[in-house]
């Protein structure tokens, strides 16, 4: 049988030992003191463990970083590389392009003729240029001076020419001015090729 007596305090408890009880029994003033003081050592652990954290993970962006720029030095010469082989091949096929059905005014055939022509100074005479039958007309059209400058020049229509080109036979062999002639020369030029 259970025994049980109910006992009446003229006073709040403050506190009880029970036989056989484990530990030490609080009230609520004293557990509530206990409850905030293991608050503020969480707070405290979990700010120390945030703290450290941070400074971990500061030493790896370090390290990171440290890691990255080792490496972007150690890729700037083989990029650099890359770059300046790619560079010539690049500037020739934009000027291939530019140049593709290129048609140059009348001044400027003027311009490309006369070039042709005084490479091969001091000779003059006996000398035939090729043109495009549309550079033909733009330049009887125009009749530049220079012209006077080379007694007995024949002018002379080449289909195979494009606007824009020009050849020029002397007794010495053919002055080669075409464009796809220039773009090959420069691009030996820039790739020394």
Same mark, same amino acid.
């Given at each position: 049988?259970?025994?049980?007596?109910?006992?009446?305090?003229?006073?709040?408890?403050?506190?009880?030992?029970?036989?056989?009880?484990?530990?030490?029994?609080?009230?609520?003033?004293?557990?509530?003191?206990?409850?905030?003081?293991?608050?503020?050592?969480?707070?405290?652990?979990?700010?120390?463990?945030?703290?450290?954290?941070?400074?971990?993970?500061?030493?790896?962006?370090?390290?990171?970083?440290?890691? $990255?720029?080792?490496? =972007?030095? *150690?890729?700037?010469?083989?990029? @650099?590389?890359?770059? %300046? !082989?790619? +560079?010539?091949?690049?500037?020739?096929?934009?000027?291939?392009?530019?140049?593709?059905?290129?048609?140059?005014?009348?001044? $400027?055939?003027?311009? =490309?003729? *006369?070039?042709?022509?005084?490479? @091969?100074?001091?000779? %003059? !005479?006996? +000398?035939?240029?090729?043109?495009?039958?549309?550079?033909?007309?733009?330049?009887?059209?125009?009749?530049?001076?220079?012209?006077?400058?080379?007694?007995?020049?024949?002018?002379?229509?080449?289909?195979?020419?494009?606007?824009?080109?020009?050849?020029?036979?002397?007794?010495?062999?053919?002055?080669?001015?075409?464009?796809?002639?220039?773009?090959?020369?420069?691009?030996?030029?820039?790739?020394?090729?």
């Amino acid at each position: 049988m259970t025994y049980a007596k109910l006992i009446a305090f003229d006073r709040p408890l403050t506190g009880a030992v029970l036989p056989g009880g484990r530990g030490r029994h609080c009230n609520e003033g004293e557990l509530s003191e206990l409850t905030e003081a293991a608050y503020r050592r969480g707070v405290d652990a979990t700010r120390a463990s945030a703290d450290q954290q941070m400074v971990e993970f500061r030493h790896d962006m370090e390290q990171l970083g440290d890691g $990255v720029f080792k490496k =972007l030095a *150690q890729l700037e010469p083989v990029l @650099l590389n890359e770059i %300046r !082989e790619a +560079l010539p091949g690049l500037a020739v096929e934009i000027g291939r392009r530019l140049l593709a059905g290129y048609e140059p005014p009348p001044e $400027v055939i003027a311009r =490309l003729c *006369q070039e042709s022509l005084e490479q @091969l100074y001091p000779e %003059r !005479e006996g +000398l035939e240029i090729s043109l495009n039958e549309r550079d033909v007309e733009l330049l009887n059209t125009l009749n530049p001076a220079w012209l006077k400058l080379y007694p007995q020049l024949r002018i002379r229509t080449d289909a195979a020419l494009t606007p824009g080109d020009c050849q020029v036979r002397s007794r010495f062999g053919l002055t080669d001015a075409r464009q796809e002639t220039k773009l090959a020369a420069l691009s030996h030029h820039l790739t020394g090729a």
